[in-house]
Every structure is written in structure tokens, then in C-alpha cells.
């Protein structure tokens, strides 16, 4: 007999189920359990004598397998099928568990979330954690699936050791590499650029190290960013194709994640778009009476522009270019191609028109204090024929974390890696 997934039974079946044992009640005649699979929770409902002997030391987050018959039901408990039980006609234990370091079937018990990710492999078993988790799987499917289908772009994969700093800036990680010391990636950005150059439109979602000694609710020292380069285009098309992949993601979780994201209580709207240069931002922002910094800008500016802007993607571009890398186009009057989206009140983007002339790299990089000659495989690859390019890094952990409106970023990452925490 093939098993049936839980979201899968229909009354009146015979179907053989498997999965974990969520809650156990117990009355003296008759038992319930509740029985958790991968698409959710169903009633089982145990009768008679040899099937009460059989499953009397069955415990919580038992994995067990059932024979039974599907009938139609109306079942009160919260993630449980309501429609429909299982008349259990046989049970069989498939592993036993050991006591449990936390609660997973009381969603009322808050524990504490060091000890929740000390137990990550056991808190994911939460149909809450779980809705995390299916949502975040299916953004980073929403992203390939627009990138390939809509937007014609391939996606590439990119070393994570790298010889020399890549952006400067931000710290890295060093790392010994036979006899020699490396560095872990901190973006992909130099490679996504050499290739965009040569076959025009690549994504890819990266891994990134940084090393920055931070201890925020919104920053890692391990993220996964969402990367996007495009060829013979400027910082505008690339930030259409920003809003347009960010839009298709929510139009996606709606449609297959509507259970998760109504046992998370999250109501989406497809966002809209809003473009200001950076001047006018500061204009804003003095109307407003927030400080909103010279350069680039602050918490409170960014938490304003998500006041002023709901369920909306905030385009600033015009940047600076006192306060973007070296690799973004200088427009003049101190103004760059370089652009941050905003969404929500938080940054989850970064990205701009990229510099594709070897001098102009070159000029940008002295006035960092970077060395070109730490640049020179990679100046080298603008020398032939490369065109205007533009692109940007979308944060992952972000994104999600504020489409869900989950206020620590840990929460929606599997086994984060901040300052102190290294396992699981
Ligand atoms: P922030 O100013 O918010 O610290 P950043 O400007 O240093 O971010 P970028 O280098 O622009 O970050 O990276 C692109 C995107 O990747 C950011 O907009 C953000 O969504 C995400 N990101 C960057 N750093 C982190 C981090 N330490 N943890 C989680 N996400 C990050
Ligand atoms: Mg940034």
C-alpha cells in the first residue's frame, strides 16, 4: 500500500499514513493522536483493546505508521484538518523518542529563542517554524523561476574564497588555504559583474561572510543574498526588474502558501513602487524632523521612508557617491548610479549602475585608498568590449523576515551564524 500525505485524505479511503506523534489524548476507552506529516496535522482516533494495549507507552514526537479508514469529521484544534479523522484499523511504532528539550505542541509556551535554536532540528517540527521555512522555499523558487522564465537571465554559482578583499569596507573572515591566508566571499559582486559582461544576464543566491562584530536584529554573519547583473542597461532597468521579481515572489506566495501565511496571521499585498532620489529623501526627512545622514541613510530615515511608504518598494537612487563602492558609476556634482530599495523600513537591497571603464576604476579605487593592483584581474576584464552594466544584491533573510513581519532575523534563518553562535 502507497502512503498518503495528511493534506492529501479524502473520506472514505483506505489509506496507509505516516509520521510523528504531535499530541496524545488520552480518555480511558478511546485515544486520540494527533499525527504530524510534512502537509500537516490529522486526527486519529484509536479504539479497541489490542490497539490501546499496543500504543499505550507511545509518546510525544513518536514516528509511527497507520492503517486506517478516512471519514468525515469536525475537528477543533488549531493546524489540525478540520474535515476530516482516521479510524486507526492498525498502528505500528516506526522509532522512538527521548524526552524533549522543548514543547512543539504548545504554541502558547514562548521559549526562549537561544534554546529554541539550540534545538533547531526539533523547533522546525512547529507548523509555526515550519510556515517559515515552506515561505522562504518558495521565495527562492519565485526568484529562479522569474529569472528563467520571465526575464531570460541564467543562473551562475561563485567561488566563496577569494585571494584579496573584494569590495573593501566591511570586514572579512580569513581562512587558511594551504600555505596561504584567504578570505571568505563577502559578495559576489566582481564575478557577477565579469560575467554580465560576457553573457549579459545572471543570478545567482549567494552565500556572504561578514565579518562585522554587529549584534543586531537584523544583521547576520551569514546571509544568503539574492544577486541580479544585466548588460547594456543602466541602475533604472535593473530596479524595474527588482520591483518586478519582489512583486512575482508575493504573487506566488499567495497562491501556494496561503495555509503558512494564515497560521503565521500575515497579510501580504503585492507592493508598489515608489522612486525619490536621495536629495528628495533628505528633503522628506527634514519635513519629518528625522535625522537622516549625508551619505547614506540612517535606521530612523529608513524606518520613515516605511511609514510614508506602506507595502511599498522605495527606489532611492542618485546616490552619493561619497557613500558607495568603488565599482558604481559616478554621475558628477557628487552623485553616483547607485541606488538602495527600501521596503517595509528596512534596506533590502543595494545596487546601481556598475563602472565599466578601466581609468574610472582605477581613479575611484586611489580615492578609497584600495590598491588597483589588488584590482587587476578584474580591471583587466573590462578592456574588451564591455558594455554598460547595472545590477544589484537582494538580502534573503530580510525579505523575508519583513514579508512575515518577524521582528529577529535569526528566526527566519535555519541555524543562524551571528557572533556568538557557531552550531548547531
Ligand atoms: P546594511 O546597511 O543594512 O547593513 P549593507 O548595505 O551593508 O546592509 P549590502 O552590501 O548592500 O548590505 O548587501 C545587500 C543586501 O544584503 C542588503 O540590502 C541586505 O538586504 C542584505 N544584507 C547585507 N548585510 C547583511 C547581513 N549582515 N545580514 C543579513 N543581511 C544582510
Ligand atoms: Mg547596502
Known amino acids: 500500500m502507497e502512503r498518503t500525505f495528511v493534506s492529501d485524505l479524502k473520506a472514505g479511503e483506505e489509506v496507509l499514513v505516516k509520521g510523528w506523534i504531535y499530541e496524545i489524548r488520552d480518555l480511558a476507552k478511546l485515544k486520540f493522536l494527533l499525527i504530524r506529516d510534512m502537509t500537516g496535522i490529522v486526527q486519529c482516533v484509536v479504539k479497541g483493546d489490542e490497539l490501546m494495549e499496543k500504543t499505550k507507552d507511545f509518546g510525544l514526537e513518536y514516528s509511527v505508521l497507520i492503517k486506517g ?12 484538518r478540520p474535515d476530516i479523522e482516521l479510524v486507526v484499523e492498525d498502528i505500528e511504532l516506526i522509532n522512538k523518542a527521548e524526552r524533549l528539550p522543548i514543547q512543539i505542541n504548545d504554541n502558547n509556551v514562548e521559549t526562549e529563542l537561544s534554546t ?7 523547533d522546525i517540527r512547529k507548523p509555526k517554524i515550519q510556515a517559515i521555512f515552506n515561505i522562504e522555499s518558495t521565495i527562492m523558487q519565485a526568484f529562479r523561476e522569474f529569472m528563467v522564465k520571465e526575464n531570460r537571465a541564467m543562473e551562475a554559482v561563485f567561488p566563496s574564497i577569494i585571494g584579496a578583499s573584494s569590495e573593501g569596507g566591511t570586514e572579512l573572515f580569513k581562512a587558511k588555504y594551504f600555505d596561504r591566508e584567504v578570505f571568505l566571499s563577502q559578495s559576489c559582486q566582481l564575478y557577477k559583474q565579469m560575467l554580465a559582461c560576457s553573457l549579459e544576464r545572471v543570478f545567482t543566491i549567494f552565500t556572504v561572510w561578514r565579518a562585522e562584530k554587529h549584534n543586531t536584529i537584523r544583521h547576520l554573519n551569514e ?6 547583473e544585466e548588460a547594456f542597461c543602466d541602475e533604472f532597468k535593473v530596479m524595474e526588474v527588482l520591483a518586478k521579481v519582489v512583486q512575482f515572489m508575493v504573487k506566488e506566495l499567495l497562491e501556494k502558501n496561503k495555509k503558512d501565511l494564515e497560521i503565521l496571521n500575515v497579510e501580504l499585498k503585492v507592493p508598489e513602487t ?11 526627512m527634514y519635513k519629518e524632523g528625522v535625522f537622516c545622514g549625508e551619505h547614506d ?6 524606518k520613515k521612508l516605511g511609514e510614508l511608504y506602506p507595502d511599498t518598494i522605495v527606489f532611492v537612487h542618485d546616490w552619493p557617491i561619497a557613500g558607495k563602492p568603488f565599482y558604481i558609476m559616478p554621475k558628477g556634482e557628487g552623485l553616483s548610479g547607485g541606488f538602495d530599495a527600501i521596503y517595509k523600513g528596512m534596506e533590502i537591497a543595494s545596487g546601481g ?15 578609497r585608498d584600495l590598491d588597483p593592483k589588488d584590482f587587476k584581474d578584474y580591471i583587466d576584464s573590462f578592456r574588451y568590449g564591455a558594455p554598460p552594466h547595472a545590477g544589484w544584491g537582494m538580502g534573503l533573510e530580510r525579505l523575508t523576515m519583513l514579508f512575515l513581519g518577524i521582528q529577529n532575523i535569526r528566526e527566519v534563518v535555519l541555524f543562524p551564524r551571528d557572533r556568538t553562535r557557531i552550531t548547531p
Open 69 to 80: 479508514k478516512v471519514k468525515e469529521s469536525n475537528v477543533k484544534a488549531e493546524f489540525v
Open 116 to 122: 529554541r535554536l539550540d534545538n533547531r532540528f526539533l
Open 223 to 228: 546571509a544568503r543574498q539574492f544577486d541580479y
Open 274 to 284: 515608489k522612486y525619490l532620489t536621495f536629495e528628495e529623501v533628505r528633503g522628506l
Open 297 to 302: 541613510l540612517n535606521t530612523d530615515a529608513e
Open 353 to 367: 549602475q556598475r563602472v565599466h571603464i578601466p581609468e574610472i576604476l582605477e581613479k575611484q579605487l586611489q580615492e
